[in-house]
């Protein structure tokens, strides 16, 4: 199975920057589309970006222009590029990301999340 691990996290000021990593492991032939989730407390679990095979990519409103989601397929690493941060971008970020395993199935697994905390 995928085990994908996020890295990144941290305090950091408003208008500050960081830069998330979600490292994918274990036996498939590629990464599909891959995403990043953010869940502050008490609050519902919200998709804030995504990235197709292809480089197509998505994001909330709340983040756009923002954050940029890159991914390298050849280190089956994803990234969060997060600048001019916010206190309401805390949260824990969890990646997602969807793996085509040898036998052509798609395997959709999540990481355990990073903190984000942005505060002054």
């Known amino acids: 199975q995928v085990h994908l691990v996020e890295s990144g996290g941290g305090l950091v000021q408003p208008g500050g920057s960081l830069r998330l990593s979600c490292a994918a492991s274990g036996s498939f032939s590629r990464m599909a589309t891959m995403a990043w989730y953010r869940q502050a407390p008490g609050k519902q679990r919200e998709l804030a970006a995504s990235i197709t095979s292809a480089g197509s990519t998505n994001y909330a409103d709340s983040v756009k222009g923002r954050f940029t989601i890159s991914r390298d397929d050849a280190k089956n690493t994803g990234y969060l590029q997060m600048n001019s941060l916010k206190p309401e971008d805390t949260a824990v970020y969890f990646c997602?990301?969807?793996?085509?395993?040898?036998?052509?199935?798609?395997?959709?697994?999540w990481g355990q999340g990073t903190q984000v905390t942005v505060s002054s």
């Open positions: 997602s990301a969807g793996v085509v395993l040898f036998g052509g199935t798609t395997y959709s697994g």
